[in-house]
């Protein structure tokens, strides 16, 4: 049977699906700060493309860095965090990877403790501290650090 109801049904199921993963994303979004920032500084300090689509602003990593974008410093753990929830939910987002004991975000050697910048960064291609000693194995277990 598929009459209006149903349909009208379906479509708020799906909406509120659509919702609460959007919401379940990211904590919190900071307005940003407008600050000037040529092209040069653009092109010199380039986004993530998963970062760029969502048009972030400088401000919104750097937040509370000052008014000068040359001078902005790294954001640490706490930067990323304070959009990507805590290293509990990032760990429990790629649970299925401690099979195999091979979850970057609850390590075999150093559980949760490693710091998101020991693989990730965001102006220049992300590492994987892993490769230091599995080179051979990282891209059986695990995908490109984003
Ligand atoms: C101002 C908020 C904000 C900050 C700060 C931030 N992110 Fe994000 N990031 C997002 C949003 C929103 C998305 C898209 C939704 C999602 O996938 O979580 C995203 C997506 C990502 C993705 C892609 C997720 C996927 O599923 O492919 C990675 C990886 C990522 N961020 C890592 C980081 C790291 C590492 C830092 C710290 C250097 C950081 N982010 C800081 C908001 C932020
Ligand atoms: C040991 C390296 C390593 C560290 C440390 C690390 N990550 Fe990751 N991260 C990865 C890899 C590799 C992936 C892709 C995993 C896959 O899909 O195979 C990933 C995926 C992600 C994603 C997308 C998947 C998701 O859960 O949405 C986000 C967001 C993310 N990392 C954020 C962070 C943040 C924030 C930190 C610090 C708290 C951090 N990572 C620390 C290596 C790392
Ligand atoms: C998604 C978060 C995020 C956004 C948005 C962001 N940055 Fe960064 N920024 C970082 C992180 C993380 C670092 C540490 C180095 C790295 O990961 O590349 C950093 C480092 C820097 C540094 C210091 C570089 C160094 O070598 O000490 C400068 C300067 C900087 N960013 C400028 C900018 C400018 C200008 C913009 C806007 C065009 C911007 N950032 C947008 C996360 C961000
Ligand atoms: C400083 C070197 C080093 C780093 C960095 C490192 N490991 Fe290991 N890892 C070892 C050694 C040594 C062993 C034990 C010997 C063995 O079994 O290969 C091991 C064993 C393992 C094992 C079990 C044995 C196997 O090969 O299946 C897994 C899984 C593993 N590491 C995952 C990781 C992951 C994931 C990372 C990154 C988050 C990482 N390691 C980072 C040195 C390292």
């Not at 940003?32 to 972030?56: I, R």
């Not at 075999?108 to 892993?130: A, P, T, V, W």
Request: glycine share 4%; aromatic share 8%.
């Amino acid at each position: 049977m598929c009459n209006k109801k149903t349909l009208y049904l379906v479509g708020v199921f799906l909406f509120f699906n659509a919702m609460y993963l959007i919401g379940s994303e990211v904590s919190k979004t900071p307005p940003a700060q407008e600050v000037a920032v040529s092209a040069e500084l653009q092109e010199k300090f380039p986004l993530k493309n998963h970062h760029a689509k969502l048009s972030l602003k400088c401000a919104d990593c750097h937040e509370g860095q000052g008014d000068e974008p040359e001078n902005f410093q790294m954001i640490g753990d706490e930067g990323c965090l304070s959009c990507h929830k805590s290293k509990q939910y990032l760990a429990d987002r790629l649970k299925f990877m401690d099979v195999l004991h091979v979850n970057p975000h609850n390590s075999i050697h150093d559980g949760q403790r490693l710091y998101c910048d020991e693989c990730h960064f965001e102006h220049q291609k992300s590492e994987n501290m892993c490769l230091n000693c599995h080179s051979n194995d990282v891209k059986i277990w695990m995908k490109d650090t984003p």
